[in-house]
């Protein structure tokens, strides 16, 4: 079966600090892969996807960016962290083959990350 | 560009009764899935239901169950024997055949007691 790993779950980080959040996909192959942000209370902000090695998408210009060096796992980084930045993290990752799957995506645990 | 509205910003529903959530979306897509998420305090992301464009009947899970107006583009969440369990922000997703997913701003659901 399938599953997503998501690290570490809990960060506080201070200003102008790098940051480094990992996820990892079990049990399936060249998957799409998501970064989602989350304010409290708030919906879900795209913030890359990814539909292969190397291949990065960015939704909101910011200063952050990811990576995917290998098939099933996700990077999302920072070089200095902004307050801005504090959030809920989520990765997510989707295969679809019409006719053959559900379409949907299947989430990560989630990153809540803190910038002081 | 695809949109998915969710008129409800909060609601609140009596243990045992039933509540529906709104949500209605634009596509020009003929071909697409809808699905409802539930976010709980925990803020694991969880599918409740999904629902393929093409099948006019509507999808059930248990006590939660939708009703699909494909013409209208509407796409409500019914939750019957409403439990303590099922607080939680409830998310309304569209997703293309290109896998372009697009979330509601979400609703949250409160079950009183």
């Known amino acids: 079966s399938q599953t997503i790993h998501q690290w570490p779950a809990t960060l506080v980080q201070p200003v102008g600090s790098p940051l480094s959040l990992e996820c990892t996909v079990e049990g399936t192959s060249n998957p799409n892969l998501y970064w989602y942000r989350q304010a409290a209370g708030r919906g879900l902000q795209l913030l890359f996807y990814?539909?292969?090695?190397?291949?990065i998408s960015s939704e909101v210009p910011q200063n952050l960016s990811a990576s995917r060096p290998q098939d099933r796992q996700f990077i999302l980084s920072s070089k200095k962290l902004l307050l801005s930045d504090s959030g809920f993290y989520l990765c997510?990752?989707?295969?679809?083959?019409?006719?053959?799957?559900?379409?949907?995506?299947?989430f990560g645990e989630g990153s809540r990350l803190t910038v002081l | 560009a695809q949109t998915v509205t969710q008129s409800q910003p909060e609601m609140s529903v009596q243990e045992a009764e039933t509540v529906t959530l709104s949500c209605t979306y634009d596509t020009s897509e003929s071909n697409y899935y809808l699905f409802w998420y539930k976010q709980p305090p925990s803020r694991q992301m969880i599918l409740v239901i999904r629902?393929?464009?093409?099948?006019?009947q509507n999808a059930t899970e248990n006590r939660f169950s939708v009703n699909f107006q494909k013409a209208a583009k509407s796409f409500s969440l019914k939750i019957s024997d409403s439990q303590l369990g099922d607080t939680a922000m409830y998310f309304c997703?569209?997703?293309?055949?290109?896998?372009?997913?697009?979330f509601g701003p979400g609703t949250r659901l409160s079950v009183l007691p």
């Open positions: 990814s539909v292969g090695i190397g291949q």
């Open positions: 997510a990752w989707s295969v679809f083959r019409q006719g053959a799957d559900t379409g949907e995506l299947f």
């Open positions: 997703a569209f997703v293309d055949y290109g896998q372009n997913f697009v």
């Open positions: 629902q393929e464009a093409y099948k006019q």
